[in-house]
Every structure is written in structure tokens, then in C-alpha cells.
């Protein structure tokens, strides 16, 4: 009839989140991911998967508090610094036959449509031990690059987080986040190198990134290695 209007049926979902940690260990990017745990004994452990860290809100949390808890009691990890990036919602996101058995093992609606908010963030190695727990068997680091398949859509979510690195990494400077306190040049060249994944022009970057405000020479040099000590340099964050 004229002026009428047909709606489709609400649908009932979750919402989780997802982490995306970097990490930089002076030679690769790394992201840390969880190996799935066993969870009914009649689960062949060649089923289980690798994934981020991630579970679903719980009724009473906000999507920060949810992340933050989300990553101490998958990884041991705590106060890091999350950001929101994206959201992922494919309605069959988590209804692939790979992933629903151990949903199944999991969840009480394990068929239920799930729409996820990626976090990510960017932390010094040397200062963050991840220990697994909860349905986690195992945290680890891998490099950015050779990441296996994943459970559910997260390959796409570290290669969305990945783009958003990139994007800030020029825009924003953030990939001191990644670096020791104090650094040289060719340790910040590298960095970028990494993170784009491409070979950067010596003389041109020096030339570029020496233009930057915040980058403060000091007054030492590295100790302790074999070739010539080269200079050292800080960046001075803004508050």
C-alpha cells in the first residue's frame, strides 16, 4: 500500500573485541597472537587455530574496559594503551565451517551473528612478557609478514591494523612508540623500512626526518658494538 514501508527482521548479535598488538624487536614487526586451546577432549588438536586476542563484551563493560580485560586474561598483558581502528561486521564473519566447531565447544549461541571493534597498539617488546590463560594455549610474537591462517576474519584485521600503522606512521610519528628511548637514525630508517615494507633512499630520509621538531640529537653515541658508534637521538612526545 502507498506510504507503507517493509523492515526486515531485527537481528540478534554480540559484539567482541579484537587486539592488535605490534611489536618491534630492532629487526621485524611483530604482532601477537594466541594458539587456541583445547577445550572438549573429543576437538582433534590439528582443528585448533591461531587468532588474536579476543572474546566477546560482556552486558556491563564498555568496548575499552572490554579490550583491556580481553588481553590481560588471554595474554597476562596490561596497561597498554588501545586504540579503536575499525569494525568488522560480515554477517558470516564467524560462521565458517573451520571456526564453528570450536565455537561450538565455546559459546552457547555459537551460530550467532558477531560484529567485532578492532583495537590495536604499539608496545616495546623488551617490556611486555605474554603468558597465555582463559581459552589461550599459548601466546606468541610473529612476524607481520609470515602470519599462518587464522580463525574467523583476522588475517583481515591485522592487514586493516597494519594499514592504519602505515597511515600514522606518517602522519603521526607514532612509530617511536616502537623504538628503544634513546636510537639512531639507521635503527629509525629500519623501522620504517619494516613498516612499509620497501627500501627507503639513506641520505633522503636522514634529510627528512631531521626536519622534524621533536627529533632531539644527544649528546652520546652507542656503546658497546663493534662498528663505529653512531649518534643518538630522542624524540620528545608531546604531552
Known amino acids: 500500500m502507498p506510504g507503507t514501508t517493509t523492515t526486515g527482521q531485527a537481528s540478534i548479535m554480540d559484539v567482541s573485541v579484537d587486539c592488535v598488538i605490534f611489536g618491534f624487536d630492532e629487526q621485524k614487526l611483530k604482532v601477537l597472537i594466541i594458539d587456541q586451546k583445547q577445550m572438549v577432549k573429543s576437538m582433534p588438536v590439528a582443528h585448533l587455530q591461531s587468532a588474536l586476542p579476543g572474546d566477546l563484551v560482556r552486558q556491563e563493560e564498555s568496548f ?103 597511515h600514522e606512521l606518517i602522519a603521526d610519528n607514532i612509530g617511536f612508540e616502537l623504538l628503544p628511548e634513546k636510537f639512531t637514525l639507521s635503527q629509525l630508517q629500519h623501522l620504517y623500512e619494516i613498516v612499509l615494507d620497501k627500501k627507503m633512499d639513506k641520505r633522503n630520509f636522514r634529510k627528512n626526518v631531521l626536519k622534524m621538531e621533536n627529533l632531539q640529537p644527544l649528546d652520546e653515541k652507542q656503546k658497546g658494538v663493534l662498528h663505529k658508534p653512531a649518534q643518538l637521538y630522542q624524540y620528545q612526545r608531546k604531552k
Request: glycine share 4%.
Open 64 to 166: 575499552d574496559h572490554a579490550a583491556q580485560r580481553v588481553l590481560k586474561e588471554l595474554t597476562n598483558l596490561s596497561g597498554i594503551y588501545l586504540k579503536q581502528f575499525h569494525a568488522f561486521g560480515d554477517p558470516y564473519r564467524v560462521r565458517m565451517k573451520k571456526d564453528q566447531e570450536w565455537l561450538n565447544a565455546l559459546r552457547e549461541n555459537p551460530e550467532r551473528r558477531v560484529v567485532t571493534i578492532g583495537y590495536y597498539s604499539l608496545v616495546n617488546m623488551v617490556d611486555y612478557k605474554p603468558k597465555a590463560s582463559s581459552f589461550a594455549g599459548k601466546a606468541r610474537w610473529v612476524d607481520v609478514y609470515e602470519i599462518p591462517s587464522m580463525a574467523f576474519d583476522h588475517n583481515q584485521i591485522v592487514d586493516k591494523a597494519l594499514d592504519m600503522l602505515r
